[in-house]
């Protein structure tokens, strides 16, 4: 049962940006073992994962769809802070030399917020032409 909750939630996180199936495996501490079953051919674990990452597959999708349609500004916060929230588990230079990287850091994330205002600004400026 662990295999198969592990797949559909591992499969999930596939679908959201920003987030990895294998992290979320690492984190359920299932990823060696999967690997391991694919590696040896343990069909009956891999059948099991596979059940798993298709239900995941088809709840998730179906949620998600419903979440954006309905609760569009919701779901984008969610998404927001989920992405936000796993930055000081993926940061990558945990430890003090880490310091050395805030800077730097913390400007590539501006220039990356300013260059997706920018192109908003131009893409909503820019007038439609339309043909009749």
Not at 50 to 58: Q, S, V, Y
């Amino acid at each position: 049962m662990y295999v198969f909750f592990s797949g559909a939630i591992a499969i999930s996180a596939m679908i959201l940006p920003g987030l990895s199936g294998a992290f979320i495996l690492l984190l359920f501490g299932v990823y060696e073992f999967i690997l391991n079953a694919l590696i040896g051919f343990d069909w009956p674990y891999i059948l099991v994962f596979m059940m798993g990452c298709a239900t995941g597959l088809l709840i998730f999708t179906r949620v998600l769809s419903w979440m954006l349609r309905d609760h569009h500004q919701l779901s984008y916060g969610f998404i927001s802070g989920m992405l936000l929230g796993s930055v000081t588990a993926l940061w990558p230079w945990q430890g003090e030399e880490g310091f050395t990287m805030v800077l730097p850091s913390s400007l590539t994330l501006v220039l990356g917020v300013v260059v997706v205002v920018s192109l908003q600004m131009v893409f909503a400026a820019k007038p439609t032409q339309h043909s009749d």
